[in-house]
């Protein structure tokens, strides 16, 4: 075989490297993901990612959202990969019945895109969400994710937030 056969032969191979945080909310920002169930729940998202080939790195949140933090396989779109994890992970919880309420996910999700010598920082940061939320609110954690990763909200709809009267 030829040396540039070889190498063209190799390169059909795909090598990424792809490390994403996604943020998404129960519907209407209901604080319905309690502390007796949400490491079923974690545990249940985390296996549905694994089988979708990617890696689950961190995952952690709040009664009223979630943070993931996985490498992504690119195999898949990240938009098929978030709409098979809230669609079985709201089936879970129902046949679990966690909770009495009816539960959803709340459409749109935020993704940033990390670098692996931010792995670290970004798992500890998804991890420690309930730290985190005692300084700072979702609104404006949220926001402020947008506004380091330059994203511009413009007429885009925004997850549901409900300000004190």
Not at 7 to 27: E, N, P, S, T
Not at 43 to 55: D, F, L, M, P
């Amino acid at each position: 075989m030829h040396f540039l056969q070889k190498i063209f032969l190799y390169m059909a191979d795909v090598f990424h490297q792809i490390y994403i945080q996604i943020v998404f909310a129960v519907k209407n920002r209901q604080a319905l993901i309690q502390s007796d169930w949400e490491n079923d729940l974690y545990k249940y998202i985390t296996g549905v990612v694994q089988n979708k080939g990617h890696k689950m790195i961190a995952i952690g949140g709040m009664p009223d959202h979630i943070h993931l933090f996985i490498g992504q396989k690119p195999a898949e779109a990240l938009s098929d990969l978030v709409r098979e994890i809230k669609k079985s992970s709201n089936a879970f919880i129902r046949e679990q019945h966690f909770t009495q309420y009816s539960f959803d996910w709340q459409a749109g999700y935020g993704a940033f895109s990390y670098s692996k010598s931010q792995i670290d920082q970004v798992a500890k940061y998804v991890l420690n969400q309930k730290e985190h939320h005692q300084k700072q609110d979702f609104e404006t954690e949220f926001l402020k994710m947008l506004s380091v990763f330059e994203i511009e909200i413009g007429k885009k709809k925004m997850f549901e937030f409900f300000l004190p009267d």
